[in-house]
């Protein structure tokens, strides 16, 4: 497809449980980001990688979270032992000069 | 460090009336600003973006914005509210170096017949 990819769309968890969120950016793109939206807030900055390397990570809330790009395309952000707060919608967008193209996000919800 | 404002969570305009949405930024580097759309279950859609050069930005939809310095503000307008205009509108800074963007809370656009 043309456009940022991301998968799941939507997924369902139970508190305590191992999450995986894949990003599939925009062929080319070497920058790509992370950002949580929480319901009725702007989205927050996560993390950014240039190429294989997290570049800024300093969004990440605390080392239950993790983000993973090894060959410069596709990203993973991982969450360990989920906890409710972490229901949010998780967006990834990719950029080749500084314009960011949003993915339509994946809804995670932690029960 | 960069940040956001907008000013007014809910914005309620009448089919036909002027939109008129509020943003003002902090930076302490020359700004790059954005505005962004977002739809219900929808991704973030840009609107437009002023980086340098001409302070009056037109973006798609009949939006516009004009960066003012001296106010660091970046307003969005629009001479004529649709109802398909009604959305999330949300104000972002960059520091046109690594395209991270710091977001405002965002502004739900309300039109009525």
């Known amino acids: 497809g043309a456009g940022v990819s991301q998968t799941p769309s939507n997924k369902v968890t139970e508190k305590g449980k191992y999450v995986e969120l894949r990003c599939d950016p925009i062929s080319g793109h070497t920058a790509l980001y992370w950002y949580r939206q929480s319901l009725g807030q702007g989205p927050e900055f996560l993390i950014y990688f240039q190429g294989t390397g997290a570049a800024d990570d300093s969004g990440l809330p605390n080392d239950r979270f993790f983000a993973v790009r090894p060959e410069g395309s596709v990203s993973t952000l991982k969450i360990q032992r989920t906890e409710r707060g972490d229901s949010a919608v998780y967006l990834c967008?990719?950029?080749?000069?500084?314009?960011?193209?949003f993915g339509e996000g994946s809804r995670l919800t932690v029960l | 460090a960069q940040s956001v404002t907008q000013l007014g969570s809910h914005v309620s305009v009448s089919e036909g009336a002027l939109v008129l949405l509020r943003c003002n930024y902090s930076s302490s580097v020359p700004p790059y600003l954005f505005w962004y759309v977002q739809y219900p279950n929808q991704g973030l859609q840009l609107l437009l973006k002023y980086t340098t050069g001409a302070t009056l930005v037109k973006g798609i939809n009949g939006f516009e914005a004009e960066f003012k310095k001296s106010e660091t503000s970046f307003h969005l307008t629009k001479p004529s509210a649709h109802m398909s205009d009604a959305a999330e509108y949300f104000c972002a800074v960059s520091d046109g170096n690594t395209g991270k963007l710091i977001f405002g809370q965002g502004t739900t656009l309300q039109v009525k017949p």
């Open positions: 967008a990719s950029s080749l000069n500084r314009e960011l193209f």
